[in-house]
């Protein structure tokens, strides 16, 4: 089998969802390739195949331009198919040029499935999977469903009509994907993000020992994250008395404003700003830490809190879309609704306050959940299920074999 998957850029070394796919499809003899915009020349997983170039020289453009469909000549009856597709579509003849062009890369190509890593990658390139004869796959992720069609209404209505099975990494999200015009027929599977339980373990912390409780978060610099939200509580707790130490490991375009937030909220001195650190920093962060926090006002999944509970982590985290599927209230950790500091704040209070072996069998809960659910064999398992592809389950380890979602 042949599986080609699109995405913006090779996945980084962090980025254990793809990698961990990929590597699983493999040893199950299908054959991957990834069709990006640009290349990373440390990624060596699979052959990437680029996209065609854009440029703002028009000179070069069309120099460009005479390359690529030079290339496509050999597949000039995939092309017919695929300017027919588009056609019955209504799509204008200039906007065909532009797509043949733009896609020149996933039509030349050969496969069993084309599987679109994200929903807006999926954009411009609807049709292309049936043209090259190929079933079309694509994932739900958060900003596909809770941002990008919100700002864009009615983008996905021709995706719909193409797509042959759908991948949510949660039932929020599919929900999300119904409302915004996907038919509720169409098939679906539920995989979520995995990580590796054998590098993020728990380390049975002494909660008695702790003088001055610290709290984390680890995520980009960004407003859907919801650090202003967590300020605000955090300031709560300082007001009543509670000393704390917030730590925050990420980067991204917001930082000044959400220091400036720390800063005029008087907790200058009771928030430090980790930039973005390698997974071991990561990991020793977390170890030292003894909240979890990931007030996010939208979120698909968040693999740093399977990572957290994990680690025994207490983890408190908001109602955003995929976190109520992450962390089971009252069992695994707290859910608290979003936009609402005073209820965090209350949460966080009450956490601190708990005895010992009330936060004991909180971490425990979820320190097995994760475990025997969010593991990256479970993953690659389901993902093989996913495509059709047959394995012996006796080659899986045990904790790996069940039913998929």
């Not at 006002?297 to 680690?311: D, K, W």
């Not at 475990?371 to 059709?388: A, P, S």
């Amino acid at each position: 089998m042949r599986i080609g998957i699109v995405l913006s850029q090779p996945p980084g070394y962090s980025e254990t969802f793809f990698r961990s796919k990929i590597r699983g499809l493999q040893e199950n003899g299908v054959e991957v390739n990834l069709f990006c915009q640009v290349i990373n020349d440390e990624f060596t997983l699979c052959p990437v195949i680029v996209s065609p170039r854009v440029s703002k020289n028009p000179f070069l453009q069309l120099c460009f331009f005479i390359k690529e469909f030079i290339l496509l000549l050999p597949y000039v009856s995939t092309v017919i198919r695929y300017v027919k597709l588009e056609r019955s579509e209504g799509t204008p003849w200039l906007q065909i040029f532009k797509k043949v062009y733009l896609n020149a890369h996933l039509l030349k190509a050969k496969l069993d499935w084309l599987h679109f890593g994200f929903a807006t990658m999926a954009l411009g390139s609807e049709t292309v999977a049936k043209a090259i004869g190929a079933k079309m796959a694509v994932s739900f992720r958060g900003f596909d469903m809770t941002v990008y069609p919100v700002k864009n209404p009615g983008c996905y209505q021709m995706l719909w009509r193409h797509i042959d099975k759908a991948h949510t990494i949660s039932h929020s999200l599919l929900k999300l994907a119904v409302k915004h015009g996907m038919p509720e027929n169409t098939p679906f599977e539920k995989i979520t993000p995995a990580i590796d339980v054998d590098l993020f373990q728990s380390n049975s912390p002494n909660y008695s020992s702790l003088e001055k409780p610290v709290l984390i978060t680890t995520a980009r610099l960004h407003w859907i994250k919801g650090y202003e939200s967590t300020l605000e509580a955090l300031a709560i707790l300082k007001e009543e008395g509670v000393d704390f130490m917030y730590k925050i490991i990420g980067e991204g375009k917001e930082y000044e404003r959400i220091a400036f937030a720390a800063y005029q909220l008087g907790l200058k001195d009771s928030v430090q700003f980790l930039g973005k650190l390698p997974h071991a920093e990561v990991k020793r962060e977390l170890e030292e830490a003894s909240i979890y926090i990931q007030y996010s006002i939208q979120e698909g999944f968040c693999n740093a809190v399977l990572e957290a509970q994990a680690m025994g982590k207490l983890c408190i985290v908001s109602n955003a879309e995929g976190l109520t599927e992450n962390v089971l209230h009252g069992k695994t950790g707290w859910v608290v609704p979003k936009y609402s500091p005073y209820l965090l704040a209350e949460q966080i209070k009450k956490v601190l306050l708990m005895a010992d072996h009330e936060k004991s069998k909180i971490t425990q809960n979820a320190v097995i959940r994760v475990r025997e659910e969010f593991h990256v064999q479970k993953q690659q398992r389901e993902f093989l299920e996913f495509y059709g592809v047959t394995t012996k389950s006796e080659d899986l380890p045990q904790s790996a074999q069940g039913t998929s979602l």
